[in-house]
């Protein structure tokens, strides 16, 4: 008689270590399916990066990558005022053209072309999983469209493009806190000043 309750609650005490084992590893496969999802480019957490966080005056830092990018477009939206946007962009490789008007950074309007300057209107993919164009990848190709077309609108000798983006970054990167501050700034060097603020 004995026996029988000892066996019994041998019984109970392994079904409860498989229980807990079972537990233990859906656990386990609910960790790797989330680390995979991630990989994968599924939903993730925004990050709260400078741009995002606000100042004590509830304005936006701008962090280096929106500063380079804002620059870009400025100075080709300039150039597209300046100068015949479908010339502009014949100067560019098919890839560098694609990247651009797939990205949603260069629209067709109407019978030309104008830059989308709120990159929140381009159409990029922000995860590997998507198809799509890639924010670096258009601003590669602004990049090179800017290193093939001339800044010519300040007079004296045309500078590349390119060389006009990183004239400006080459001063003033780093020297203002908020977003408003450097687009002013780089307003002013786009249209030939310092790049001084105030």
């Known amino acids: 008689m004995t026996g029988e309750p000892a066996r019994s609650s041998g019984k109970r005490r392994r079904r409860a270590a498989l229980a807990l084992a079972a537990v233990a590893g859906v656990a386990v496969l609910l960790v790797a399916a989330v680390l995979l999802v991630r990989q994968a480019g599924g939903p993730e957490e925004p990050e709260a990066g400078p741009a995002?966080?606000?100042?004590?005056?509830?304005?936006?830092?701008?962090?280096?990558?929106?500063?380079?990018?804002?620059?870009?477009?400025?100075?080709?939206?300039?150039?597209?005022?300046?100068?015949?946007?479908?010339?502009?962009?014949?100067?560019?490789?098919?890839?560098?053209?694609?990247?651009?008007?797939?990205?949603?950074?260069?629209?067709?309007?109407?019978?030309?072309?104008?830059v989308e300057t709120d990159p929140a209107g381009w159409t990029v993919a922000d995860h590997l999983g998507e198809q799509g164009v890639r924010p670096g990848g258009v601003d590669n190709a602004m990049d090179a469209l800017l290193w093939e077309n001339d800044v010519t609108w300040c007079g004296g000798a045309a500078v590349a493009g390119r060389d006009f983006v990183h004239a400006y970054l080459d001063t003033h990167e780093g020297a203002f806190d908020t977003q408003e501050e450097y687009l002013e700034s780089i307003a002013d060097h786009v249209d030939c000043g310092s790049g001084a603020t105030g």
Request: charged share 35%; proline share 6%.
């Open 52 to 114: 995002a966080s606000p100042q004590e005056g509830g304005e936006p830092r701008a962090d280096e990558e929106w500063v380079r990018r804002q620059v870009r477009i400025l100075t080709l939206e300039r150039m597209f005022a300046e100068g015949d946007p479908a010339e502009i962009l014949g100067e560019a490789s098919e890839d560098t053209r694609s990247a651009l008007l797939e990205g949603g950074a260069v629209v067709e309007d109407g019978p030309g072309f104008r």
